[in-house]
């Protein structure tokens, strides 16, 4: 069989085995991997349309109890001026998104579990609802925390939750996180179970072209998210950051070109492993390819995430370098996005939370403003 032929009988079956992904994320030639994205469009356009949804994003404080390896905000970089957006900002911010038609927010912080952040989350969370009369869905992303928090949240009113599990392979997950109580892989596994428990629809994901990572723990990766039956991925290529310590292996790293293109093949064969699913397209993606966003779209994902948080604190929320849009205002993300949405040729999902329709269809319960 011919290449193209056995990337669409591949593209074309119900389950695909270990060495279906591993020969689809192995594509090489231009070519075959145009068609592997043409491919994966066309499920996006079947099972979730060419609507993509807007998540407003609200990055709103990068105190962080964690020490990730990779990640910018860890606790022990020093050079971030920590802070904490007041009440007010975050209100304002999601005002924004509202008066803007985008339907949903994300509220994404630095890991903490004190009472006090716990409260103030709940109490950000119900407060937007009122003021939004409860159209503006709203998806925490703060990390791990308990059964009981998750509850607390839930019934604030964020109906999604965001928690990567960064690589699903044990083993490399112990290679990027310290090793001491914080971080711990069968707790973070446990967070996503507990999330489910709870109700939220779960997005999970990974970082794609770590240090020490092979095309095999990808290949995991795709069934793991498989497995744990995600309703919402969001995956993008891992970026060094100089003020952290895996920037010492990135003589290691994959060319930026290729993290890239792997990302996006990831998302292709994410798209056709999981038809109904919503995939984000990471702002890191763009750090890459000044339009690496829109040639996630164009292969399957169908979620964006414009930026909201104020121009002031965007330097201090630098996960990994080269992040984009720290310049900008949120007008300008929001004009920014809307052109580069319409430019692929898919249309922008207006005033809905834009929920995961394989929530809906594992449910079977509808929302009221999807
Ligand atoms: N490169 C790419 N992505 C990163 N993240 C954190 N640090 C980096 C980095 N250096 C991602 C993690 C996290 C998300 C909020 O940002 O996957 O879950
Ligand atoms: Fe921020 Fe383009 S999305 S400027």
Redesign the pocket.
């Known amino acids: 069989m011919g290449g193209r032929e056995k990337i669409i009988t591949i593209a074309g079956k119900a389950e695909l085995t270990a060495g279906d992904i591993h020969y689809l994320l192995s594509l090489a030639a231009p070519e075959e991997i145009k068609l592997l994205g043409e491919l994966a469009y066309a499920v996006k356009k079947e099972h979730v349309s060419n609507r993509v949804y807007f998540r407003g994003l609200i990055e709103f404080s990068n105190i962080c109890s964690k020490d ?1 390896l ?4 860890r606790k022990s970089n020093y050079s971030p001026e920590r802070f904490l957006m007041s009440r007010m900002e975050i209100l304002d911010a999601a005002m924004f998104a509202q008066a803007n038609r985008y339907g949903s927010v994300v509220l ?1 912080s630095g890991e903490r579990t004190d009472q006090a952040f716990i409260d103030f989350v709940c109490d950000i969370v119900s407060s937007i609802k009122t003021a939004t009369q409860g159209k503006l869905g709203i998806t925490l ?1 703060c990390g791990e925390q308990s059964e009981e928090t998750y509850r607390r949240f839930f019934e604030a009113g964020a109906h999604r939750y ?3 599990i ?1 690589s699903s392979d044990r083993e490399l997950y112990g290679m990027l996180h310290p090793q001491d109580r914080h971080h711990d892989f069968d707790a973070r596994l446990n967070c996503l179970r507990l999330l489910k428990k709870t109700g939220f629809q779960l997005g999970t ?3 794609v072209g770590l240090p020490f990572q092979a095309i095999e723990h990808l290949v995991g990766d795709l069934f793991f998210l498989k497995k744990i039956d995600a309703d919402m991925v ?8 100089s003020q ?1 310590p ?1 920037y010492l292996f990135r003589d290691q790293l994959w060319p930026s070109q290729e993290r890239l293109v792997m990302t996006l093949k990831m998302i292709a064969v994410l798209r056709i492993m999981m038809k109904d699913i919503n995939i984000a397209s ?1 702002t ?1 993606l763009q ?1 890459i390819d000044g339009f690496g966003r829109e040639r996630a779209l164009k292969l399957g994902a169908n979620i964006i995430m414009p930026n909201l948080s104020p121009k002031k604190h965007r330097k201090d929320y630098l ?3 080269d992040k984009p849009c720290i310049e900008e205002e949120r007008e300008e993300c929001r004009d920014c996005l809307e052109i580069r949405v319409k430019l692929t040729g898919d249309e922008i999902g207006y005033d809905a939370w834009g929920d995961s329709r394989h929530f809906i269809n594992r449910n079977h319960k509808p929302q009221p403003y999807v």
């Open positions: 990730c990779y990640c910018g905000i994404q992303s965001l928690l990567r960064e994901g990974v970082m969001g995956l993008g290529p891992y970026i060094e950051h952290t895996l990471a890191a750090a996960l990994y370098e």
